[in-house]
């Protein structure tokens, strides 16, 4: 079945440091892709997303590129804050999968100042 | 605009209980999906309830049940707890039921089964 595939966390940065979360999915056809956040103590909070093969999601400095070459959605950020520090997911809606959303691990982002 | 709530915030249950629970769609949306986040894992989807009806079901075992009123709130049953079942439960909602459509999460239930 479809799945997704994050880098393993934690990530550790210093402040104005550029950030780099890799995403791989697995699935057939053409899913949607998205960039989840939870912050401590609230829910998922969507990020970005991209329909399409080569769509750029874009949101709060964060981006991803949809490249369905490498079958990746890879989250990016030039300049990350002590705010940015969180859980973050990356997900799938397919065909295939239905009304549910796939998701990624996780990867836990902790930057300091 | 509240959002999506979910109660109780944090929930304490022994093996072999019943624990129901609640979630109150945002606002204009129709549908509710419910999934489990074990520690360290992403979210696995439960199921969604569209029109009162379960729409699609995930991999978990028939302990798992739910419900959606008319007002498009939902309840999330788990019967016969397990320690296994120790998580927390997101609920999501939508409109239209597609997950191509943005979901909005509550904060989440947190259940330890003791």
């Known amino acids: 079945g479809d799945s997704v595939t994050q880098m393993e966390g934690p990530v550790t940065l210093s402040e104005e440091a550029f950030l780099t979360i890799n995403c791989t999915y697995t699935?057939?056809?053409?899913?949607?892709l998205f960039w989840y956040v939870q912050y401590p103590g609230e829910g998922l909070q969507l990020l970005l997303k991209a329909t399409k093969a080569d769509d750029k999601g874009s949101n709060k400095g964060f981006e991803a590129t949809y490249r369905k070459e490498t079958t990746s959605f890879h989250l990016e950020k030039g300049s990350v804050q002590v705010s940015d520090s969180a859980v973050y997911f990356c997900a799938l809606a397919s065909n295939q999968a239905g009304t549910a959303l796939i998701f990624g691990k996780g990867t836990t982002l902790s930057v300091s100042s | 605009d509240a959002g999506v709530t979910q109660s109780p915030t944090h929930l304490i249950k022994t093996r072999g209980q019943q624990v129901t629970l609640r979630c109150s769609p945002k606002?204009?949306?129709?549908?509710v999906s419910w999934y489990q986040q074990a520690l360290g894992q992403g979210p696995q989807f439960i199921f969604q309830y569209y029109e009162e009806e379960e729409r699609q079901r995930g991999n978990f075992p028939d302990r798992f049940s739910g419900h959606q009123f008319p007002n498009y709130s939902s309840e999330l049953n788990v019967n016969a707890l397990l320690l296994g079942d120790s998580a927390l439960y997101l609920c999501?909602?939508?409109?239209?039921?597609?997950?191509?459509?943005?979901?909005?999460f509550g904060p989440g239930t947190r259940l330890t089964v003791l």
């Open positions: 606002s204009g949306h129709d549908t």
């Open positions: 999501a909602s939508s409109f239209g039921g597609s997950a191509y459509n943005e979901q909005f």
């Open positions: 699935a057939t056809g053409y899913p949607s």
